[in-house]
């Protein structure tokens, strides 16, 4: 069993950023698990945002989200970080973060997830 918990999330400005934190814990983390990010509003389906594999050499985003977010990883520290800048309203969200255990994969598909996270509300005001 692999644990996530989310932190780093607020209330912030257009144009502003923010950096959310994922701590993984409950099981090797370096190495293992590829890490996702997505997003879900109220009454709307769960959206990909972004993820990275092990290594964190491979990444994949969202079109809207290229070019403002950076998703990294400290294998070290267990933990994946979401870098969110130029931030916009349209990115208020409820993020969540995900690991899959197939460790190199970076794409949008949910199912391939295998743990989640609490999730972290972001709102961007404008």
């Known amino acids: 069993q692999v644990q996530l918990v989310e932190s780093g999330g607020g209330l912030v400005r257009a144009g502003g950023s923010l950096r959310l934190s994922c701590a993984a814990s409950g099981h090797t983390f370096d190495d293992v698990y590829s890490m996702g990010w997505f997003r879900q509003a109220p009454g709307k389906e769960r959206e990909f945002v972004c993820a990275?594999?092990?290594?964190?050499?491979?990444?994949d985003y969202q079109d809207s989200v290229k070019g403002r977010f950076t998703i990294s990883r400290d294998n070290g520290k267990n933990t994946v970080y979401l870098q969110m800048n130029s931030l916009k309203p349209e990115d208020t969200d409820v993020y969540y973060c995900?690991?899959?255990?197939?460790?190199?994969?970076?794409?949008?598909?949910?199912?391939?997830?295998?743990?989640w996270g609490q999730g972290t509300q972001v709102t961007v005001s404008s």
């Open positions: 990275i594999n092990r290594s964190g050499r491979n990444t």
């Open positions: 995900a690991a899959a255990a197939y460790g190199d994969y970076v794409g949008p598909n949910s199912r391939q997830y295998n743990y």
